[in-house]
Structures are given as structure tokens and as C-alpha cells.
């Protein structure tokens, strides 16, 4: 009896020092900045002009954005990536958007790339609404004419800022319904919610939207449950479009299937202007 008492109080004892853990390296295991942090290709590569950009946001810290115009272009894709690598791994969304009549800004989180500062729920949100006021305040661009794009962690991350501003549309891919949603599904034999000291909410932001939503998800995503794609869609007001992809995580990307652009391209269609912007800076 002793013996088992002795292994119950050095079993408790390892996972209550692995709770610990986990509460305090949380975001070693949410933000993957060191993957692939070199510049793969841009949109040059692509045969696409485009304009680096530096912007400071509201706390002081400068990140690097990619602007890809397009002639005549009708709006702009503002596009927040996933929690791993870099912008130059989504330029592949820049030829889509050029199709579809759009310009693209992509920006990258402070701590990824070659962006200053480190990764944090409240930075990341600073940092969209770094990209937003510089379309917004220096580019001249109507807040109708932007369309809002996230992917995985990035879904939260414009959702949240669709909710506090007014864009022409929100268009999420494979994001989740909150980071304590996910975790606990991730890890069942954690108390995960409880552990929890980031959020990204995207269910209560989508909540409260008065914009068009494009929500994209796959049943083969092995990440992000297809339900959490479901339950986004059930959460946002009409008018909204459910696009089911196909593929893995890192594999249902909307730029490599002609299908899924031509079924954004209708939505955009029909949902935002469709004369062409006035030139901007």
C-alpha cells in the first residue's frame, strides 16, 4: 500500500509539473515563427509586381507587408496566415486575387520573417489593424471594398477585426472556433480550457459580424476538425457561403484549386462593388 501510495504522489506530482509546463510555454506551442523562416519565393517569382512595405503599428513595432497591386483592381484581399512560416509561403493567393480582380496585402506577425517584436494574442491583433489602417488611412481604400482573408490562427485573428471595423467581406480557411476549443480536443488528457491563457475567439467575433462570410473547410483537415468549420458557419448571419475543401491542414489551401477561387470569385461577385477603385497610393 505504501509502494502504490509513493507511485499516486510521484505520478501526481510529474503532471502536475507538466500542467505547469504546458500553463507556461504555451506559446512555444501556438506560435511557430522559426518555421521556415526564409523567403521561399514572392510574388515576383509568380510574375506579379509588388511593393515591400514596413509598417509600425499602435504599440511601436515595425513588420514587414507585401502589397500586390492589380490593374483596375476592384478591392483588396487583406491576408493573415496560419501560426507557422511566413508570408512567402501564401503568395500563392496573389495570382488568385490578381484573377479575381484584386489587390493583396499580406502581413507578417511581429516575430515572424523579419518582423520586430515577439508573438502575442494582442499583438497579432495590433498588427492586422496595422494593415488595415495603412489600406484604410493611407491607401485611400474604402473599408467596403477590403476583404478580409484568415487562415487557420489568421481566421481569428481578421475576425476579430472584422467585428470592430466594417469590411466588404470576411472569408475564413480552415480556422477554428477558439484556442481552448481546440486544445482540448488536441489534448483530451490535459484540462485544457483551463490552462488556456490565449483565446483568439473566432466563434464570438463571427458572432457579431455585419459583413458578408465566406467559410472554407475540409473533412480531411486532421488540425481543425471539420465541425469547428460547421459551427463557424452556423454562427454567422446571412448572407454566408460554406465551401468544403479537400485535402489535410497545410494541404486545403483556396489558391490551389481553380474550383474553390471561381466559387470565392462568385461570392466576391455578388457582394462587393464591382466598379473599380479609385487609384491609390
Known amino acids: 500500500m505504501n509502494i502504490l501510495l509513493k507511485w499516486l504522489t510521484a505520478g501526481g506530482a510529474a503532471y502536475a509539473a507538466l500542467l505547469g509546463l504546458v500553463f507556461l510555454l504555451?506559446?512555444?506551442?501556438?506560435?511557430?515563427?522559426?518555421?521556415?523562416?526564409?523567403?521561399?519565393?514572392?510574388?515576383?517569382?509568380?510574375?506579379?509586381?509588388?511593393?515591400?512595405?514596413?509598417?509600425?503599428?499602435?504599440?511601436?513595432?515595425?513588420?514587414?507587408?507585401?502589397?500586390?497591386?492589380?490593374?483596375?483592381?476592384?478591392?483588396v484581399a487583406l491576408l493573415a496566415h496560419g501560426n507557422a512560416g511566413n508570408l512567402s509561403h501564401r503568395v500563392g493567393y496573389a495570382p488568385l486575387f490578381h484573377r479575381l480582380g484584386y489587390a493583396l496585402l499580406l502581413f507578417e506577425y511581429r516575430g515572424y520573417g523579419r518582423s520586430e517584436g515577439q508573438p502575442s494574442e494582442a499583438g497579432t491583433y495590433a498588427d492586422a489593424r496595422a494593415a488595415w489602417h495603412h489600406l484604410v488611412a493611407q491607401r485611400g481604400v474604402a473599408p467596403e471594398r477590403i476583404v478580409l482573408v484568415g487562415?487557420?490562427?489568421?481566421?481569428?485573428?481578421?475576425?476579430?477585426?472584422?467585428?470592430?471595423?466594417?469590411?466588404?467581406?470576411?472569408?475564413?480557411?480552415?480556422?477554428?472556433?477558439?484556442?481552448?476549443?481546440?486544445?482540448?480536443?488536441?489534448?483530451?488528457?490535459?484540462?485544457a480550457r483551463w490552462l488556456a491563457r490565449y483565446h483568439y475567439d473566432t466563434l464570438e467575433a463571427v458572432s457579431r459580424l455585419a459583413c458578408p462570410v465566406f467559410i472554407a473547410h475540409s473533412r480531411q483537415d486532421e488540425i481543425v476538425p471539420f465541425r469547428h468549420g460547421q459551427r463557424l458557419f452556423a454562427a454567422a448571419s446571412e448572407p454566408k457561403v460554406f465551401l468544403e475543401m479537400a485535402g489535410g491542414h497545410n494541404e486545403g489551401l483556396l489558391f490551389t484549386h481553380e474550383a474553390w477561387g471561381q466559387t470565392l470569385g462568385h461570392f466576391l461577385e455578388q457582394h462587393l462593388p464591382r466598379d473599380a477603385m479609385r487609384s491609390t497610393q
Not at 512555444?28 to 509586381?49: A, C, E, I, N, S
Not at 487562415?151 to 477554428?176: C, D, I, Y
Open 26 to 75: 504555451q506559446a512555444h506551442l501556438l506560435y511557430f515563427p522559426g518555421v521556415g523562416r526564409q523567403v521561399q519565393q514572392t510574388p515576383k517569382d509568380l510574375g506579379l509586381d509588388y511593393e515591400t512595405l514596413w509598417l509600425t503599428t499602435e504599440d511601436g513595432v515595425r513588420i514587414e507587408a507585401w502589397y500586390v497591386p492589380a490593374p483596375g483592381a476592384r478591392g
Open 151 to 191: 487562415e487557420s490562427l489568421g481566421g481569428a485573428v481578421v475576425a476579430r477585426l472584422a467585428a470592430a471595423e466594417r469590411p466588404g467581406a470576411l472569408v475564413l480557411a480552415s480556422s477554428f472556433v477558439s484556442v481552448p476549443e481546440l486544445a482540448a480536443e488536441l489534448y483530451p488528457w490535459l484540462p
